[in-house]
């Protein structure tokens, strides 16, 4: 079996996930249709998306205050054929399968030459000079909403930790404004705690924050954020800039940047349910 059919197989394991695939077959929805017609919570509905949407089975696009969706570029052919060899004619898990799998097949045929011109938000990471490090990704939210994230610490502990890591962010505390502080406590094992903090060179609302990483002392980087908003979208580009190559290389070594797709994968669900909130307040 291939390492796709664990993600395809999990998001399709629950009932209401595959209700949303269903209704998707038919016609696109925004979350808060999707909300009202499953009986579920906007924070719910919208993790059931999540996992969807990180399957492949459906893509969302935000025009305005909405937030639509709609099936994604993933075909079911694979999972169907593999199914198809250990398929017991007749049973009513097999006459299902069969039924979802074509008409989300016959429902993505009718849309893919849509999708093809649509961008996908991917978090990228590169070295660029002999010190620097640039990380990049598109949000489907405006910079205020970012911007909101990144300086809200309620709302930044809840994306900034990759799920996946064995850390637990115990405490942020930060003044965040030109001149500020910042210290973040995590929890490595239960008994070790390790502490990160710095000052905020600058803090420009909605558009650009610039801090030290000082628990590195002279070998700790300055990272800049810029938040640039393009019709519905925001580009943010994280910029890490170290003393020396050397400094740079040991970084990238060191795995840290490993987590940034997770990461910032987390902040795109924490911007959907802020969107979603805003988009439920215009609606209500």
């Keep these: 079996m291939t390492p796709h059919f664990d993600v395809s197989f999990g998001a399709l394991s629950d009932a209401t996930r595959r209700g949303i695939l269903e209704h998707l077959g038919r016609a696109d929805a925004s979350i808060t249709d999707l909300a009202e017609k499953f ?77 093809d011109s649509e961008p996908i938000n991917r978090t990228t990471v590169e070295p660029t000079s002999d010190r620097e490090i640039v990380v990049t990704r598109s949000f489907n939210a405006p910079a205020r909403i970012v911007f909101q994230a990144w300086t809200t610490p309620a709302l930044f502990k809840r994306w900034w930790v990759p799920k996946s890591m064995p850390l637990a962010l115990l405490s942020y505390d930060a003044d965040i404004r030109t001149g500020g502080f910042y210290r973040l406590v995590f929890d490595v094992d239960g008994t070790t705690t390790m502490a990160f903090f710095g000052k905020y060179i600058e803090v420009t609302p909605h558009s650009r924050i610039v801090w030290t990483n000082d628990e590195s002392g002279e070998d700790g980087a300055v990272t800049t954020v810029t938040l640039e908003e393009a019709g519905d979208t925001t580009l943010m580009v994280l910029h890490e800039l170290y003393r020396s190559t050397d400094v740079r290389d040991a970084a990238l070594a060191s795995g840290a940047y490993d987590g940034m797709g997770e990461t910032f994968g987390q902040l795109d669900e924490v911007l959907a349910e802020l969107d979603d909130t805003t988009e439920a307040v215009a609606k209500g």
């Design 39 to 115: 009986q579920m919570s906007l924070t719910g509905i919208k993790k059931h998306v999540g996992i969807l949407e990180r399957a492949g089975l459906v893509a969302t696009e935000k025009v305005g205050r909405v937030r639509t969706c709609r099936l994604g570029r993933r075909r079911l052919a694979d999972e169907a054929a593999w199914i198809e060899r250990y398929r017991q004619p007749g049973t009513h898990a097999s006459t299902s399968w069969t039924r979802l799998s074509k008409n989300l097949n016959e429902r993505t045929r009718s849309v893919n030459a849509r999708h």
